[in-house]
């Protein structure tokens, strides 16, 4: 076994820690066979005692509770913690904290403390029988294992604990990889954290996306961990975790029952991107969140509305579409202010019209509903005819200060169309949790509007120096405090790129990224005629690998289009955009803004293409 931290550990503390492992992997063990051998499976009920039938209904509800802990148990065996934290209560009662604390340990689930304490931390809380054996990462108590501890002391239960020693393992296949120590009371506090960099070497290897659970940093757990009703802006550079701190949010808002996750939805840039997190997706157990582009948002508020005639219902049942295919000054002419003014004005008499009717029809549905009960009331028919409720249509190819925006149902047109039909019919029934991803590409007015029509609670992650066209977005965050009291957090370490891209898109574009990625990353320049051949042989080794350019070289765009082994590979800067890849290809002529975007996707090695 290769400890790689091995000169702080004796033989007999390595030996301690194989030891627990095996043991933790035993009780696991034995706890999946308890659950699985309820006894549910010889179950009977007998069909005509409803005292029976009930039981029976509980019994199959707490069975299925319990293949669900076994699923979570098996898919933990592989892993079952990555921390351990040894503590010993120094203080009293913290009696200012102790009704905090009290709902703290009811959602942890691990009851009073002993004066001392062995705390093993993983992605998931493991009982054996009625005890915690190992804490979840996203409990108060295990959540504490991402603290700086800058003190040596944390707080939990209503008392202080001096923290003796924090340790990190890596545990792949239930066999104890590494351990390292990066905190000790007697060795003068933190350590330079060989743990992260381990890790981020050991996930390169996994050639796909996934969780950050064992390496989240003190700073992002400060994001992940904040209220559940607060709306708050990340703006973080390219490779700093910010669409991991998305989803853990997710993860540890839920753990807590701080948030359904059927009343959060995650507002992906595209459809690649959807794919790319499914993986990190269901291994955090999350995927009750949906996830939707921002054109998919439109059409579903749309849809919530009552009085949209049905077959302008019909007519938003077409595949959608970004903005890409209209011309730079349509789309900023369809979000701008001017022709929101003018749409709002020209829709005046319809919605004037619309509360007349629906305020007759409302009178007339009073007149119906009151002789039908008079009708029962007398036992005879009721005469009368259930009213029909008003509808509405909004064609925008009919008014005048709409530009051209062609057949296709493009997220501009979707935007129009929500604001005109919430001008009309009033608000969506929406209250739904928002978790933004890329937001710097979304206009002031997009979010204005989602501002004005639901009452959702907002996460927008998002880089502004990644705005690919300028005039093509927010700008800057801050334009959106005027919209909703925002809490604002910055994040400026690149974990994502090796240094060397790092230091690369540093000195290139001006940047002071600060570059915690792994060393021996590999930055070139290679000929368009090797191209094919080189991205070829990568893709055949198993490397994830981008061909990205921009969609303005029209040039770069024909020669790549020829290049039919690579066309799973190809796609423009604008759609890699919170994606990663073992390898990128950088074509054509891209600016500065799109280099940033195009470099800082790749992992390991890029490639200038010239």
Partial sequence: MDFFDSENFNAEEIAEEREHLSRTLSLMREQIELLENDGFAYRTVDIYDEQDIEEYRTDKFRHDERKLTVKILRAALGTPYFARMKLRQTGGAIIDDTPSMTRARQLSQGGDLPVDADIYVGANVVFYKDRIIVYSHNSPLGNRVYDRFEDGVIEYGGYKYEVIFRRKFDIRGGELKAVFQDYSKDGGGVVYDKFLAHMLAVKRGDKRLTDIIPTIQANQNAIITRPADENSVVCGCAGCGKTMIL??????????????????????????????????????????????????????????????????????????????????????????????????????????????????????????????????????????????????????????????????????????????????????????????????????????????????????????????????????????????????????????????ITEFVNGELGMSVTSLGLSGGKVEGIAFSDLEREACAAMAAGDRIAVLYSPADALTAKKLAGMGALSRAVCTVKDSKGLEYERVYACGALTDREKYVAHTRALSELYIVE
């Fill in 247 to 500: 989803l853990q949010r997710l993860e540890y808002l839920s753990f807590n029952k701080k948030l359904d996750l059927d009343r959060a939805v995650v507002i992906a840039p595209s459809e690649r991107y959807i794919e790319h997190i499914q993986p990190v997706v269901d291994d955090l157990m999350i995927g009750a969140a949906r996830r939707l582009t921002m054109p998919e948002l439109y059409r579903e508020l749309i849809l919530s509305l009552r009085g949209i005639k049905a077959s302008a219902r019909r007519a938003l049942g077409v595949p959608l579409t970004d903005d890409e295919a209209l011309s730079p000054s349509v789309v900023a002419e369809c979000y701008s202010d001017s022709v929101k003014r003018k749409l709002i004005a020209a829709l005046k008499p319809a919605k004037q019209s619309y509360a007349a009717r629906l305020a007759i029809y409302r009178e007339k549905l009073r007149a119906y509903e009151a002789e039908l009960a008079w009708a029962r009331g007398a036992h005879v028919s009721a005469s009368a005819e259930k009213p029909s409720a008003p509808v509405v249509a909004v064609d925008l190819a009919r008014l005048p200060m709409i530009p051209d925006l062609g057949a296709a149902l493009s997220k501009a047109k979707l935007y129009l169309l929500l604001t005109a039909y919430c001008y009309i019919l009033g608000k969506p029934d929406f209250d739904c949790a928002l978790f933004i991803d890329e937001g710097q590409e979304y206009y002031v007015n997009e979010y204005r509007l989602l501002a004005e029509c639901t009452r959702a609670t907002v996460n927008i992650y998002g880089d502004e120096n990644q705005q690919l066209d300028p005039s093509r977005g927010v700008g800057s965050f801050d334009a959106l405090n005027a919209l909703w009291d925002m809490k604002r957090y910055m994040l400026n370490e690149n974990y994502r790129n090796a240094q060397e």
